[in-house]
């Protein structure tokens, strides 16, 4: 009998359920939000230093890259905090069901691509 050799899973094509997506997608926000704090404060000090560095933090902020890296930050902001309440939920034995674990995850989903977007649309208005 042959030797068993490691199983190797190409992570780039496996179909994961939408509740596995949510998840790593939690975990990768949580990263890049632990990225992302440390230049935030940064740019939080420097507008609150005078009324010049307020505004070009501020028209920064204004430029499309800005407007896109705003964006993207307000999407990986909501999409944690609703994935961190799914598990949170999850914790505390609700919704571990398949169809109730299912439901969340594209809830969280929703949610957070949905309020991101109505940011987006209030700052653009």
């Known amino acids: 009998m042959p030797a ?32 992302a704090v440390p230049f935030l404060i940064y740019l939080l000090g420097r507008s609150l230093r005078s009324a010049e560095d307020f505004h070009a933090v501020a028209d920064w902020f204004g430029t499309p890259l800005g407007w896109l890296i705003l964006a993207g930050l ?6 944690h905090f609703f994935a961190g309440l799914r598990h949170l939920g999850f914790d505390l034995g609700w919704g ?22 109505l940011v987006a649309i209030g700052r653009l208005i």
């Open 96 to 117: 571990e069901d398949r169809e109730p674990a299912r439901l969340t995850a594209w809830l969280t989903l929703a949610l957070g691509i949905g309020l991101t977007l």
């Open 74 to 79: 307000t999407w990986i902001t909501l999409h």
């Open 4 to 35: 068993k050799r490691p199983f190797f899973l190409n992570l780039l094509i496996i179909r994961l359920p939408v509740g596995g997506m949510v998840s790593i997608l939690h975990r990768v926000t949580g990263a890049a939000l632990s990225v």
